[in-house]
């Protein structure tokens, strides 16, 4: 029986801070190899796969989970409209609310973090883990087949725009193409990371777990991390570990840090906080993949035949992706994906939509505390579409036409009625700008990268500039964001970062 925690102990050998996505991997993995291991997670622990107390719409993958977020916006960045940035608090994190699609990006996106000074992280030495990951997650990929009708449509319909079918998304030198999606879901269950590394291991003594308990800053003494201090069913606890891994994800982490006292010094003293490590970039280089959506009028034959789809069984909102490249470049920038989902237009019926990503944005944000209570929500300010000569917003245009092009298709013409958004009559680069989301995929607020990049947070081993035994291990360390959703790259950030500190 895993111990779940009614107070928290004194001490530990490692506290895992966050019970995410990379989390788990990492406590899994040093727990294997015999580590007294203490998983720290903000949200609840409702137990292993099967326990009641898992909300309902956490489990389902049909459509994305909403239980248990941390409530974060975009504040004040965009004048007139908040933009939400979903975060899972609860055990599992993002992967247990997420679309549970799997992709793994290209070559280029490891084999760039490598060239960047971070040995042992090209897309060679990666490879295994991937595949690790697929593995323990149950990854699988739909056939064409098992697609709904809508999602079909989509697929027979791309190679009409140079897009040719693949059997999966998932090959590392594949340039362009559209594939049904792997996913890893057992049973319609999302299969979390949770659920995957953790209830293997709930019988050890040498791995406790302990939700409701928000990390609020690693204590250090020395340059050295001594634990961390944790606020527990209300009360302010310290625990006492020789390492400390944060898996706080890409805005979690760096806020931990920050309150530790290592970042910026200037940022850190106009918030009263005493520097221990002057780091700048701890939340810069925030960056994640911006997003438009399409939406068109429906058919009565795309109505009858998700109609006839839904009575039959399984109709997941999302199915099938699309690697596309814009112009000029070698390799796909961005990802577009077609979605119908039944909770926008609030009458219960599906909406017709598909969403266009540009994969490697050039635009970066940054991540700020606004107080140094552990409670407090960051800043966040992704910076999207503000790099200085509009390559982002002429790429996401490109895969809105890109999009369209597809949409005016004989086959799709007769499924699809008009395009109500943006309106072939939208002034293109204004509506992206008014209207820019997220594709949930943030990165980079603690950068992995060399003792020479004065940007760099950690090491290649994930190991925290000026505090010995503080590592980090989730998508904050991706020093750029993969051409990828950013589920199973989380995964194997866990399982690298675990390599390094069993000494592989
Ligand atoms: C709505 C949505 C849909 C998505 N869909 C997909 C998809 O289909 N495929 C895909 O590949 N990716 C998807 N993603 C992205 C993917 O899920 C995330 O990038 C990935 O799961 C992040 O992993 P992580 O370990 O870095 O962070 P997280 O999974 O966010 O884990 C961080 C954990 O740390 C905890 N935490 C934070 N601060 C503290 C603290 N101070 N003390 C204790 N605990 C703390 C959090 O509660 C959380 O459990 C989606 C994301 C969202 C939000």
């Given at each position: 029986m895993l111990r779940r925690m009614q107070d928290l102990p004194r001490?530990?050998?490692?506290?895992?801070?966050?019970?995410?996505?990379?989390?788990?991997?990492?406590?899994?993995?040093?727990?294997?190899?015999?580590?007294?291991?203490?998983?720290?997670?903000?949200?609840?622990?409702?137990?292993?796969?099967?326990?009641?107390?898992?909300?309902?719409?956490?489990?389902?993958?049909?459509?994305?989970?909403?239980?248990?977020?941390?409530?974060?916006?975009?504040?004040?960045?965009?004048?007139?409209?908040?933009?939400?940035?979903?975060?899972?608090?609860?055990?599992?994190?993002?992967?247990?609310?997420?679309?549970?699609?799997?992709?793994w990006g290209h070559r280029a996106d490891y084999d760039g973090w490598a060239a960047l000074g971070n040995p042992g992280w090209s897309a060679d030495e990666l490879a295994p883990l991937f595949a690790r990951a697929d593995e323990q997650q149950r990854v699988w990929t739909y056939t064409p087949g098992e697609l709904t009708p809508y999602q079909r449509a989509w697929y027979d319909a791309a190679p009409a725009v140079g897009l040719p079918q693949l059997r999966h998304l998932n090959d590392l030198d594949e340039t362009v193409g559209v594939a049904p999606e792997s996913v890893n879901i057992v049973d319609g269950i999302r299969f979390n990371a949770a659920f995957a590394y953790l209830d293997p291991l709930r019988s050890r003594e040498n791995l406790r777990i302990a939700g409701d308990a928000l990390v609020d800053r690693v204590l250090v003494a020395r340059g050295r991390v001594t634990g961390v201090a944790v606020v527990h069913r209300g009360q302010v606890t310290t625990v006492h570990a020789q390492t400390v891994v944060l898996c706080g994800g890409t805005y979690g982490s760096p806020a931990i840090l920050l309150r530790s006292g290592v970042g910026p010094a200037d940022a850190l003293r106009r918030l009263g906080i005493d520097v221990v490590a002057d780091v700048p970039g701890v939340g810069d280089n925030l960056h994640d993949q911006p997003f438009a959506l399409l939406t068109w009028e429906g058919s009565e034959a795309i109505e009858r035949e998700m109609d006839a789809a839904q009575a039959a069984g399984w109709t997941p909102d999302e199915q099938v992706m699309m690697k596309a490249a814009t112009g000029g470049e070698a390799i796909f920038d961005l990802h577009l994906l077609p979605y119908s989902p039944t909770h926008l237009r609030g009458d219960g019926r599906r909406s017709w939509h598909a969403g266009a990503s540009v994969l490697t944005p050039l635009s970066r944000g940054r991540l700020e505390l606004?107080?140094?209570?552990?409670?407090?929500?960051?800043?966040?300010?992704?910076?999207?579409?503000?790099?200085?000569?509009?390559?982002?917003?002429?790429?996401?245009?490109?895969?809105?036409?890109?999009?369209?092009?597809?949409?005016?298709?004989?086959?799709?013409?007769?499924?699809?009625?008009?395009?109500?958004?943006?309106?072939?009559?939208?002034?293109?680069?204004?509506?992206?700008?008014?209207?820019?989301?997220?594709?949930?995929?943030?990165?980079?607020?603690?950068?992995?990268?060399?003792?020479?990049?004065?940007?760099?947070?950690?090491?290649?081993?994930?190991?925290?500039?000026?505090?010995?035994?503080?590592?980090?291990?989730?998508?904050?360390?991706?020093?750029?964001?993969?051409?990828?959703?950013?589920?199973?790259?989380?995964?194997?950030?866990?399982?690298?970062?675990a390599r390094a500190l069993l000494g592989a």
């Amino acid at each position: 029986m895993l111990r779940r925690m009614q107070d928290l102990p004194r001490e530990a050998e490692v506290v895992v801070a966050g019970g995410g996505t990379a989390g788990p991997v990492v406590a899994a993995r040093l727990a294997e190899a015999g580590r007294d291991v203490l998983l720290l997670e903000a949200g609840p622990d409702p137990g292993p796969l099967g326990d009641p107390r898992w909300p309902a719409d956490l489990l389902d993958a049909t459509r994305l989970g909403t239980s248990y977020d941390w409530g974060y916006d975009s504040g004040d960045t965009y004048p007139g409209r908040r933009v939400r940035f979903e975060r899972a608090r609860v055990l599992g994190g993002c992967s247990a609310h997420n679309g549970a699609v799997q992709t793994w990006g290209h070559r280029a996106d490891y084999d760039g973090w490598a060239a960047l000074g971070n040995p042992g992280w090209s897309a060679d030495e990666l490879a295994p883990l991937f595949a690790r990951a697929d593995e323990q997650q149950r990854v699988w990929t739909y056939t064409p087949g098992e697609l709904t009708p809508y999602q079909r449509a989509w697929y027979d319909a791309a190679p009409a725009v140079g897009l040719p079918q693949l059997r999966h998304l998932n090959d590392l030198d594949e340039t362009v193409g559209v594939a049904p999606e792997s996913v890893n879901i057992v049973d319609g269950i999302r299969f979390n990371a949770a659920f995957a590394y953790l209830d293997p291991l709930r019988s050890r003594e040498n791995l406790r777990i302990a939700g409701d308990a928000l990390v609020d800053r690693v204590l250090v003494a020395r340059g050295r991390v001594t634990g961390v201090a944790v606020v527990h069913r209300g009360q302010v606890t310290t625990v006492h570990a020789q390492t400390v891994v944060l898996c706080g994800g890409t805005y979690g982490s760096p806020a931990i840090l920050l309150r530790s006292g290592v970042g910026p010094a200037d940022a850190l003293r106009r918030l009263g906080i005493d520097v221990v490590a002057d780091v700048p970039g701890v939340g810069d280089n925030l960056h994640d993949q911006p997003f438009a959506l399409l939406t068109w009028e429906g058919s009565e034959a795309i109505e009858r035949e998700m109609d006839a789809a839904q009575a039959a069984g399984w109709t997941p909102d999302e199915q099938v992706m699309m690697k596309a490249a814009t112009g000029g470049e070698a390799i796909f920038d961005l990802h577009l994906l077609p979605y119908s989902p039944t909770h926008l237009r609030g009458d219960g019926r599906r909406s017709w939509h598909a969403g266009a990503s540009v994969l490697t944005p050039l635009s970066r944000g940054r991540l700020e505390l606004t107080s140094r209570a552990p409670e407090a929500p960051p800043r966040i300010d992704h910076g999207f579409l503000t790099d200085p000569e509009g390559r982002d917003v002429a790429r996401l245009a490109e895969g809105v036409e890109i999009l369209r092009e597809i949409a005016a298709q004989p086959s799709m013409r007769a499924l699809l009625g008009r395009e109500i958004t943006p309106g072939p009559d939208a002034d293109l680069p204004a509506h992206l700008r008014a209207n820019i989301d997220n594709y949930w995929h943030p990165v980079g607020t603690c950068k992995m990268g060399p003792a020479s990049d004065p940007d760099a947070v950690v090491d290649h081993r994930g190991e925290v500039r000026g505090v010995a035994g503080c590592h980090v291990a989730d998508c904050a360390i991706m020093p750029s964001v993969p051409r990828a959703t950013t589920h199973t790259p989380a995964v194997v950030v866990g399982e690298r970062i675990a390599r390094a500190l069993l000494g592989a």
